[in-house]
């Protein structure tokens, strides 16, 4: 006989015992599942206490207890490629076999085992939620379970590519688009002809291209993607290779300007297209036209194959050569220094110059003994003179062809002072040549077009060659001559002389032919960086100059740039002025006072004269005194009409945007501030068209900048 201890709570009067009851001291505690009838006991509304129910439940052989059974799993992976294995591990409390009823996506199914722990497999295909209902175990005895699962599944990434085209010619690329599915970043592997590669893209899709040499098999192996799902592709693009024609083009060939039109049928096979300057077709030929400016010209020869539709090409040069009698001198555009080695059949300037007169190529030509200017219907020039040089200014670039003779005396007096030079020989001259002949008489030598400079006292030597159809201007103590010895042939042509811009200059210098000079020593290398800048600047704080220092431990020079009356509007320096100087450290963005000690062996002690000379010892950068952290004006679309963007970069706070006539007279002033973005619209509309000066100024910072409204 067992004792059960039977609890109830008072319900009102009646108590029932419950069919779960705990046994105390059999099986310590667990919880069984018995059949047994209800009881009702009656007691007072405040009675509550235990009743000891004595029984043979118990010792019935028919009536063994076993307690319900219990079950939980464990799952691999909560996230699972397509088509993977997730392996349940089931594990199980109670009397076997366990049978499970679960729900697979909400449809019933269910599995039976005596193995504890069971271990399943499942292929899934598809994100699945895996729900288990209830566990029977043996004895009949069943318990709700209750742990769903979603188990996700992620498709497996795939490829689909188009290539561009399985034919191609020789050393032709081939493309592939490839689009991928899944998650980014993809790993794509691949063969060509053998040989793996890997490629990781973050895009979709992407291009792949190949150049092709010969007969080549790509092979699309696999494709993986960033949560590990991978896919077995094993495509296979076959690419192969037709050969271009084989095709000859001529050596270097040669024509005289005044040739007729050269036919070009020297490449082979024939049938091709030429192309190139100067080449045009006629009457289905192709043609050469040697009326053009001396110098070799590139032509390109193209033939197809079209049994392979391969194309080959070629190249050759045309090299165009002139008579004894003609010169042609390519002018660029603004200020430049012209020569001829021709004594001019035709010498009036009216006939040398018809060509640019009615498209206003030619501005203004200036010579020593008077000017021509078509504009104004100024011509007190007259006659091109062999031994003289001239400078001119062009509004377009332009060819000035001049037919004419050799003069045999190749000797050039050359006055006192300042004087364009020309060059007699038709091949370049070594500077050096023709400077030794004037020995400590001169002064300097320079090429207005790219300021490449012979000045002996300030040792800088940029002036290589004087190049034909170019004229030099030559500052001499005394009047003097040279002479031009042209039956040494240095060379058939110099080296280009090309005028860089400064990259990132931090101020816009205007450049005229009205200059002066300025050395700075080894000395000053001590305050410079490579990268800064050394500026020239007239009491207004116009920049007048600037030059960038390289690194070089060499001469550095900066020409100042002088008021010309041939340049209105032009903010520089006069007679007389003091020359300010500055300098920009590129490494810290920021613009000091730079004071110099001028060298007392040249005659200009930093004050600006027509094509003076200032050299500078010593230079010391004050510290206490930076001028701006404003970078330099940028107008768009200059000169203005209407309206136009003013840009200036390093406003902190209230700016002043001021526009200024020459002669000083303020006629626009507005304020803005750093958050309009460093941007200012500026409306010309009530305006006067004119020349002006646009400053800004923030706090003590400012910035100017030449202005023209149309």
Known sequence: ???????????????????????????????????????????????????????????????????????????????????????????????????????????????????????????????????????????????????????????????????????????????????????????????????????????????????????????????????????????????????????????????????????????????????????????????????????????LYCYEDFQSGCISCCSFNIRVLLPDDLQIIQLSQGWSGVSCYLDPYHDQLEDIFASMIPDNNLEIMIGENGVFWPGQNINTLHQWNVYQGYKLKMNHPGCLKISGSCPINKTVTIKKGATYIPVLCRQPVPAGQIMSQLGSNLIFAIDIKTMQLYWPAGGIYTLDFLNPGTSYLVNLLHSSGITYDCSEKILKTAPESITEPLPDAPWECNKTTLFHLISLDNLTYDELESGDYIGVFNNAGFCCGMSRYTGKNEHLHVIAFGNDEYEPGVAGLNTGDPMYFRIYKSAIQREYELVPTFDPGLPDAGCFTEYGQTGIIKAEINDHKYFNDLTQIRITNHPVTGETMIKVNGISGLATLEIITLAGQMVYKDFYNEGENDNYILNTYNIQSGIYIIKIQCGSAAQTAKLLIK
């Open 1 to 299: 006989m067992k004792t059960v201890a039977i609890f109830f709570i008072d319900t009102g009067k009646v108590f029932i015992l419950p069919i779960i009851i705990i046994v105390t001291s059999l099986f310590n505690t667990d919880v069984f599942s018995i059949s047994i009838n209800h009881y009702l006991l009656k007691t007072s509304n405040t009675e509550i206490g235990s009743v000891i129910l004595k029984t043979d439940f118990f010792n019935s052989p028919d009536r063994q207890a076993n307690p319900f059974p219990n079950y939980y799993y464990e799952i691999s992976d909560e996230e699972i490629c397509n088509g993977e294995l997730v392996i349940f591990t089931h594990h199980f409390s109670g009397t076997p076999p366990w049978t499970v009823d679960y729900l697979l996506n909400d449809i019933p199914a269910s599995f039976t085992t005596s193995e504890n722990p069971y271990i399943s497999s499942a292929e899934l295909i598809q994100t699945s939620y895996y729900d288990p209902v209830s566990v029977t175990d043996g004895a009949g005895n069943s318990n709700p379970v209750f742990q769903p699962s979603l188990i996700t599944v992620d498709a497996l990434p795939e490829l689909t590519w188009e290539v561009s085209e399985t034919e191609v010619c020789h050393g032709d690329m081939v493309y592939f688009i490839l689009s991928f599915t899944g998650y980014p970043p993809w790993s794509f592997h691949y063969l060509v002809n053998g040989e793996p590669f890997t490629e990781i893209h973050w895009e979709s899709p992407v291009l792949l291209s190949r150049e092709i040499l010969h007969n080549t098999l790509f092979i699309f192996d696999s494709l993986s993607d960033e949560k590990g799902c991978g896919s077995d592709i094993s495509e296979e693009v076959a690419i192969s290779v037709r050969q271009h024609p084989e095709i000859t083009c001529p050596d270097t060939l040669q024509v005289y300007h005044s040739d007729p039109p050269l036919l070009l049928d020297y490449a082979t096979p024939k049938g091709g297209i030429y192309s190139g300057s100067n080449v045009f077709m006629e009457g289905g030929q192709y043609f050469f036209d040697p009326l053009t400016c001396p110098g070799d010209y590139h032509i």
